[in-house]
Structure formats: C-alpha cells, structure tokens
C-alpha cells in the first residue's frame, strides 16, 4: 500500500494523529467539531487574530454559525442582516433609494389628500350657509309679499320692471319749448 492510499484511508476512516483545523469566515460550528475531533494524539484549532480577544471573538461567532435549517421567519433575518451590509451605491441601495422616494411621495399624497378633504368640509359649511341664508331670504320675502296690501298692484313679469328702471329718458315732448332767459324765477 502506498504513502496517498494510506493517507486516504486515515481520512475516509476519520482518524489520524494530528487534526489542524483552520477558523475562518465560512467555518460552523459543525466544521469546527469535526476538525476538532479527527486526531487521535492531538488536535488543533489555528485562528488569526490580533489578540486572544479577537480569537476568541471569532471562535464564539463560528460557534454561533450553524447551517442547518431554522425556519423560513429565521432565514428571512440572516437576509435582512446580510443585505445591511451591501455595497452603498449598489443595487440595494438603489431600492433602498427608491422606498425613501416612494414613502415621502406617500406622505405628500396623504397630506395633500387630508387638505382636500378639509376644503371640502369647508365647502359643504359654506354651502349650508348660503343655503340657510337663501332660505330664510326667500321666507322673507313670501311674507313681504303675502302682507302686501291690495292698493299696491303686484308685477307679474320682473324683466318689465327692470326695463323701465334701464330705459333711457326719453325726449320732451315736440310741443314743449325751449326755456327762454325771460321764463327764470324772479
């Protein structure tokens, strides 16, 4: 048997000497157990990191990583999450862009609906208004006329009224004659 079989059936059986497990951004916390428990003498976990706190702090945040399936609610949030942090002049930024616009559009509307409606109100005021002024004229004037005596002849056309009240005087008449200085008051 050669050195490359040898090595591959250590592998597939899952025992070996020594394990080196390397933590990075794509390891869970099932990749960490599984390099972790490989090595029959020793294992090992190699991290990089500025300091243990860091190290630390990576190895927790691999821990919390687990691929399995939690539910749609669940992947739903790790979306949400991971969109944060897209590029800023990208596409999520573009639709993030474009819902600021849409929801201050919304608002214009709704305000400018709210001030249409409050204008209506005020018409509808102003109308019973000049609805309860008109009837209260037109009651008025029903009394004026059933009170009026009968020496005072009623019109029965308005307009023939009006027309004499419009009509341009009218010329003396031919047999009248002009005033002389003699016909002054003394």
Known sequence: MN?????LLDVMDGAVDASHTMLSEATSAAGVYVGMAR???DNHLHVVAEDLAGARAQFIE???RDPADRGLDHATAQAIDAGLGLVADGPAQLVTDELTRLTAEAAHAERTAERWKQTATRFDAQRATYKAEDDEQAA???RAESERPASVPRSRNRSSYRQRQTAPPTSP???ARPLQPSDSPP
């Open 3 to 7: 050195v490359a079989t040898h090595l």
């Open 39 to 41: 090595g029959c003498d």
């Open 62 to 64: 691999a821990m919390e």
């Open 140 to 142: 008025v004037l029903r």
């Open 173 to 175: 008449p031919s047999s």
